[in-house]
């Protein structure tokens, strides 16, 4: 029903007034019943611009909620977000790198997503070696790994974006993540991506629920542990990398997410990662709806709103647990 | 067939030889106890015997078949490991704790089915904790703690159990159960089980055979009575023992030099 309601928020919600019936009536009649009653213009609206912000928001929020979880699962760590590993200062580098022009042809601001995209894979990858190379490593030194390569890559974003005082707003705005320049073609560029990284992280649910006894026990217990941590971070990291080289930097949403779905549901991994799929969907849609309406025609940062709405519900819902048990 | 057969076992990490030479045989159906003072390498040959850690030179054949052989899910089949320190992850139920055992079983991807759910039903009842499986296992007292990750380790159905140090931190009630539950699963299911025990006397009452190690060797290894009352014994531990009978029991005392 949340899920229902971010859709048809997403759809009929925005500075263009159009009522939900209508937008129904459209959608029905794309289906072959009954005709719309939209003109041009408006359907224009629904359908080339809050439709693929929409999805696009659907699809970002189930992925950063999953991977969140996952991270959190496969590191043992209520902390853990899917920007841990370096994800976020690679893709902000990359974005930088193409946002500021840095001369002699070697940028452009259309390389973004591109930029980005390459930023977070490389970022991961270079946590990834010196954490332990790879199969060897374990769940501290990776931790400690992405701390060391995201504070190096952060300096380095921060000497380029100040070197260019011409773009620094355009590089701020990326940083803040928002879901203003969706399109379908951004949509078509990252749903493969997130579509199997979903399914991966969601399968090893059961993987991350044996893991939470801890790397030794687990592997008594017959989970090939250094594989299976290879693979569920793989899948995190490239499918976290897709959307923040599409919509940008939104924090908050991997951390809190999970965390309230394990208020809601238990802690077993299985069901907590495939409710963070339909919670975080929702969750960011709504979160976006609140971020291009309340200031509207200016928008609010997506990132901003997500801890302005995401912070409440989580205390709120952690001190109405906490009632529960005492 | 011997149910675990170690073959010139040695361990070397860091530069220093936790277990040296170590050979061992334990027959299917009987309690093998290690005794050692504190660093004699009780608990690397713990982790060698589940395949935690690689043996240096020699081989460990649980049930005829090299352990190194085996990937970690024929390994979770085979042995099963009941850790000194297990990590108690709070939030998660008793019964989801103990379904943990049968993943080696059913797999990753699927559920339990109705032939692992009754096994684990089974063995929630034998331990007794029918009555607390939807209980928080953070909510659990020691003893009743330690029951839940035997009871993990049974629902692994292996053919061999090893036990690092199962009584450490239960009073003796708690210590006695634990022990006795164990010994009825030998008796009863014809398990085998492998632990180590700081409390010489438990030792000798509960174990077929004792195996004294010292400095990662192998000093004695035979039957409980004959190791409890050596002399090598109190060598070890560097310390003076005297050995008691109560009950046509022996009971190793300390005392004081």
Redesign the interface.
């Known amino acids: 029903m949340g899920l229902l309601g971010a859709v048809i928020c997403g759809l009929a919600v925005g500075p263009t007034p159009i009522g939900v019936g209508r937008v129904l009536g459209d959608l029905a009649s794309h289906v072959g019943l009954g005709h719309t009653t939209l003109s041009s213009l408006q359907s224009t609206v629904i359908w080339q611009l809050r439709a693929p912000r929409l999805v696009l928001g659907l699809v970002a929020g189930a992925m950063l909620s999953v991977a969140g979880g996952t991270y959190q699962g496969v590191f043992r760590n209520p902390l853990a977000d899917p920007y841990l590993l370096g994800v976020a200062a690679g893709a902000g580098l990359g974005a930088t790198f193409a946002i500021v022009d840095v001369g002699a042809g070697l940028s452009t601001p259309a390389w973004t997503p591109l930029l980005a995209f390459v930023g977070a894979m490389g970022a991961v990858a270079l946590t990834w070696l010196v954490g332990g190379r790879g199969l060897r490593s374990n769940a501290s030194s990776l931790i400690l790994a992405g701390v060391a390569v995201s504070s190096l890559l952060t300096s380095l974003q921060t000497f380029l974006q100040q070197s260019s005082s011409t773009s620094i707003a355009r590089v701020y705005i990326w940083l803040l993540g928002s879901l203003a320049s969706s399109s379908w073609n951004s949509v078509t560029m990252v749903l493969p991506y997130v579509v199997v990284c979903t399914v991966i992280c969601v399968?090893?649910g059961?993987?991350l629920?044996?893991m939470?006894?801890?790397d030794?026990?687990s592997?008594?217990?017959?989970?090939?542990?250094r594989r299976v941590r290879l693979i569920v971070i793989g899948a995190s990291s490239l499918g976290t990398a897709a959307i923040v080289s599409a919509v940008g930097l939104i924090g908050f949403v991997g951390i809190i997410v999970p965390h309230i779905v394990?208020l809601l549901v238990?802690?077993?991994y299985r069901r907590l990662l495939q409710i963070s799929v339909i919670f975080g969907a929702a969750f960011l849609v709504y979160a976006d709806t609140i971020a291009r309406t309340v200031m509207a025609p200016s928008e609010l940062p997506l990132g901003v709103v997500t801890a302005l709405v995401g912070a409440p519900v989580f205390v709120t819902i952690l001190s109405l647990r906490r009632g529960d048990r005492r | 067939m011997s149910a675990v057969e170690v073959r010139e076992l040695s361990v070397v990490a860091g530069g220093a030889t936790l277990v040296r030479n170590v050979s061992l045989t334990v027959e299917p159906g009987t309690w093998c106890t290690i005794i050692g003072p504190n660093g004699a390498g009780k608990t690397t040959l713990v982790e060698t015997l589940?395949?935690?850690r690689r043996a240096t030179h020699g081989s460990v054949h649980v049930g005829g078949v090299d352990l190194a052989s085996m990937?970690?899910?024929t390994?979770?089949?085979t042995v099963?490991?009941v850790?000194q320190h297990?990590?108690?992850?709070?939030?998660?139920t008793v019964h989801?704790y103990v379904a943990?055992?049968r993943?080696?079983h059913h797999g990753?991807?699927r559920a339990a089915s109705t032939s692992d759910q009754a096994i684990i039903d089974s063995v929630l009842d034998r331990l007794a904790l029918l009555s607390m499986r939807h209980r928080d296992v953070a909510t659990l007292s020691g003893g009743e703690r330690q029951r839940m990750v035997v009871a993990?380790a049974m629902a692994?159905s292996t053919m061999v159990v090893v036990l690092d140090e199962p009584i450490s931190g239960l009073d003796l009630r708690h210590q006695m159960e634990i022990l006795e539950l164990l010994k009825r699963e030998v008796i009863e299911c014809g398990l085998t089980v492998i632990a180590t025990l700081h409390d010489l006397t438990l030792a000798g009452q509960f174990a077929d055979r004792l195996v004294l190690l010292d400095r990662g060797e192998v000093v004695l290894d035979g039957r409980s009575v004959d190791v409890v009352r050596s002399p090598e014994l109190a060598r070890s531990y560097e310390m003076n023992l005297r050995v008691v009978e109560v009950d046509g029991l022996d009971v190793v005392v300390p005392v004081r030099s």
């Open positions: 399968l090893a059961g993987a629920d044996v939470s006894v801890g030794d026990e592997r008594t217990l017959g989970l090939p542990v394990r238990g802690t077993s | 589940v395949g935690l990937n970690e899910r390994r979770a089949r099963s490991l850790p297990p990590v108690v992850p709070s939030g998660m989801d943990l055992g993943m080696a990753l991807f993990r692994q």
